[in-house]
């Protein structure tokens, strides 16, 4: 009897392990597979839009597709974070328009005298770590759900830029060098796309190398686990959405550069951008699995899309239909195992 038990014993250790180690299988290739598969879906847009039009595939236009990149994939990092927490941050718009407005008010513009430099940015990003503070501090404190948090925090925002703004004329920059720094090129690339690399590889070295990145994934992989291992999750969810809130500010005066005046508005669309990037590259709307580096391919694969839609002479309003559909079937697809533990009823 006592033999019998040991055998049965054995043999259900032995499954165990069996399918743990299918388990861990499953997870690396699918690892891979993933963002191999988004370096294909990218390929395979540069070459038919490269047929499409001859000048798709020049330098200049190469520039062109980064400049637009960078500003999404600098959200893009602190949307990641916050979206590996599980939770969402809808002020981004918000966030953007108020920082950006703030920089161009302090620096050299054609409304005022002021011209604090480097003072300039540290108020506008300031700005937006304290709209990210408010954001972290009533969804954790007040137990309020991010998604309603973050989309009061975006008329905020846009609140803080219209008193700014006023009802004069908007500031346009008078400083050439500065309005036109972040579409410059050093070594061939444009310079909003190099502090967007710095600000992507800042994220992966945050989420790799760092607590903070750890405890990131501990809380969305299962946040009632990772608060029973003394992990202090009000705090870590608080300093995250202030990150994301810095980014976006950061992001903002980047727009306001590219656009050479102050707007309210700098920000329109990005959100709409960002986050199907970030769910397209893999990260999983419940929290605990993805990265910067697929929120990156993400970016670009819709950057690329935009581009070669216009490149290749398809009207706006096929272009938003096209652009639309292939965002739906993609998260679609990247969401669909997922869907159980994002408790999706209807």
């Given at each position: 009897m006592v033999n019998a038990t040991m055998q049965t014993e054995n043999v259900d250790t032995t499954a165990i392990r069996q399918h743990e180690l299918q388990t861990v299988r499953r997870s690396f290739i699918r690892g891979i597979a993933e963002p191999l598969g988004l370096i294909a879906a990218l390929v395979a847009l540069i070459i038919v839009f490269s047929l499409l039009n001859p000048r798709f595939a020049t330098l200049e236009n190469l520039r062109n597709v980064l400049d637009q990149a960078s500003v999404p994939l600098i959200v893009g990092v602190g949307a990641t974070l916050v979206i590996l927490l599980g939770s969402i941050d809808l002020s981004v718009e918000g966030v953007m328009g108020a920082s950006g407005m703030a920089w161009i008010l302090m620096s050299a513009n054609s409304r005022g005298g002021a011209d604090l430099g480097v003072w300039a940015w540290i108020g506008a990003i300031a700005i937006g770590m304290a709209l990210g503070f408010a954001s972290g501090a009533l969804f954790t404190r007040l137990k309020v759900p991010s998604f309603i948090v973050t989309l009061g925090m975006w008329y905020v925002g846009l609140g803080i830029a219209t008193v700014m703004y006023g009802s004069g004329i908007v500031p346009m920059l008078t400083d050439e060098a500065v309005?036109?720094?972040?579409?410059s090129a050093t070594l061939g690339l444009?310079?909003?796309f190099w502090l967007a690399a710095v600000v992507v590889v800042l994220g992966v070295l945050t989420l790799r190398y760092t607590r903070l990145g750890r405890v990131t994934y501990a809380i969305g992989d299962n946040e009632t686990i990772a608060k029973g291992n003394g992990v202090p999750v009000a705090r870590v969810k608080t300093?995250?959405?202030?990150?994301?809130?810095?980014?976006?500010?950061?992001?903002?005066?980047?727009?306001?550069?590219?656009l050479g005046a102050g707007s309210a508005t700098v920000g329109?669309?990005?959100?709409f951008v960002v986050i199907p990037a970030v769910v397209i590259g893999g990260t999983s709307l419940g929290g605990g699995k993805g990265g910067v580096l697929r929120t990156v391919?993400?970016?670009?694969?819709l950057t690329v899309l935009?581009?070669?839609?216009i490149l290749a002479g398809v009207s706006p309003s096929w272009q938003s239909g096209v652009s639309g559909a292939i965002l739906v079937a993609a998260i679609i697809v990247a969401a669909w195992s997922q869907r159980d533990r994002l408790r999706v009823a209807k």
């Open positions: 309005g036109g720094w972040a579409s444009p310079n909003s300093v995250v959405f202030v990150i994301a809130a810095s980014l976006s500010g950061l992001a903002g005066i980047i727009a306001t550069m590219k329109s669309g990005v959100l391919l993400g970016v670009l694969l935009t581009n070669g839609l």
